[in-house]
Nanobody, 120 residues
């Protein structure tokens, strides 16, 4: 079992910044990928950014260089630095962990989500 706790959301004006954090606990040894997803009004949940064990990163097309994902292995925490936020970025942001274990296969774990609101 992997538990994920997000923090850092809130309200910001357009053009501002937020940094989201996702702290992982539990059976984290076999976590292969950590990701941030979001669900904005009227849209399906979409990938924002992901980072693997080798610190390879990938981003959704809409990020366009505005966001950066990073990880602190000592703190078992993944961060999402979001700059130049726009109202269209408002929504619920979710942390996800993909655990790969020989005995258990591939398992997905999700955080509870955190609200991000960007005002015009």
């Amino acid at each position: 079992q992997v538990d994920l706790v997000e923090s850092g959301g809130g309200l910001v004006q357009a053009g501002g910044s937020l940094r989201l954090s996702c702290a992982a606990s539990g059976n984290i040894v076999s976590i292969a990928i950590m990701s941030w997803y979001r669900q904005t009004p009227g849209k399906q949940r979409e990938l924002v950014a992901e980072i693997n064990r080798r610190n390879r990163t990938d981003y959704g097309d809409f990020v366009k260089g505005r966001f950066a994902i990073s990880r602190d292995n000592d703190k078992n925490t993944v961060y999402l630095q979001m700059d130049l936020l726009q109202p269209a970025d408002s929504g619920v942001y979710y942390c996800k962990a993909v655990r790969v274990a020989p005995s258990a296969g591939v398992s997905d774990y999700w955080g509870q989500g955190i609200q991000v609101n960007v005002s015009p």
